[in-house]
């Protein structure tokens, strides 16, 4: 399967935890995604990285949210001190840089925040 | 600021018959729209992307038609499955200089249900 995949699918933890979410793109695509989406919603964007570089963040990036995609391949999100509102679904993303806008998604983390 | 709205939280289709999905938007600076379709507790799945020198663009079942004035822009299913019942995202995003296209905004997503 060469499609985007994101470890682990589902994540339940405590308020106050410490969360690691990992997302493998689409091997020859340079560009990778962060979105998050919450019941009702479309996704909302989060962060995306052009290779190693991070190019954007959100407003929503709150200082408790941190990505990382240091070799430009994997990337990490991180999410310090969860917060009850944090609970929502976590979409990973990659495209190829001159292919257009087209994004292809991961099949998510479900993070439950008690 | 809702740049990307999806104004029908649901939409309901007889087997056979045409389903059409609508999108609006706001920031004249989208060049770039797509329709992905959406299971629950799977990922967006990308189904036809529309740029903004078209008007349409059609693959199989689907047929995306783009209005810029009116900043509209519309998904077509002919002939609706009951497989195709699913959550329908419209989702824009702006050049930003050559082919570099960067985040996505995404709608609120219709639920479309076709009934055999």
């Known amino acids: 399967d060469t499609g985007v995949s994101q470890d682990p699918r589902h994540k339940i933890t405590k308020r106050g935890q410490n969360v690691t979410f990992r997302c493998d793109p689409i091997s020859e695509h340079n560009r990778l995604y962060w979105y998050r989406q919450t019941l009702g919603q479309g996704p909302e964007f989060l962060t995306y990285?052009?290779?190693?570089?991070?190019?954007?963040k959100s407003r929503l990036l709150s200082d408790r949210f941190s990505a990382e995609r240091p070799k430009g391949s994997f990337s990490t999100l991180e999410i310090q001190r969860t917060e009850q509102g944090d609970s929502a679904m976590y979409l990973c993303?990659?495209?190829?840089?001159?292919?257009?806008?087209?994004?292809?998604f991961g099949p998510g983390t479900r993070l439950l925040v008690l | 600021d809702q740049q990307v709205k999806q104004n029908s939280p649901s939409l309901s289709v007889q087997e056979g018959r045409i389903s059409i999905l609508n999108c609006d938007y706001t920031?004249?600076?989208?060049?770039?729209f797509l329709w992905y379709k959406k299971y629950p507790a799977e990922g967006p799945t990308f189904l036809i992307s529309i740029s903004s020198i078209k008007d349409k663009n059609e693959d199989g079942r689907f047929t995306v038609f783009l209005n810029k004035s009116a900043k509209h822009l519309s998904l077509h299913i002919v002939p609706s499955q009951p497989g195709d019942s699913a959550v329908y995202f419209c989702?824009?995003?702006?050049?930003?200089?050559?082919?570099?296209?960067?985040?996505?905004?995404f709608g609120q997503g219709t639920i479309l249900t076709v009934h055999p």
């Open positions: 993303a990659s495209s190829f840089l001159g292919a257009a806008g087209t994004q292809y």
């Open positions: 989702a824009a995003s702006a050049n930003a200089g050559g082919t570099s296209y960067g985040k996505l905004t």
């Open positions: 920031n004249s600076m989208f060049d770039y």
């Open positions: 990285f052009q290779n190693e570089a991070q190019l954007e």
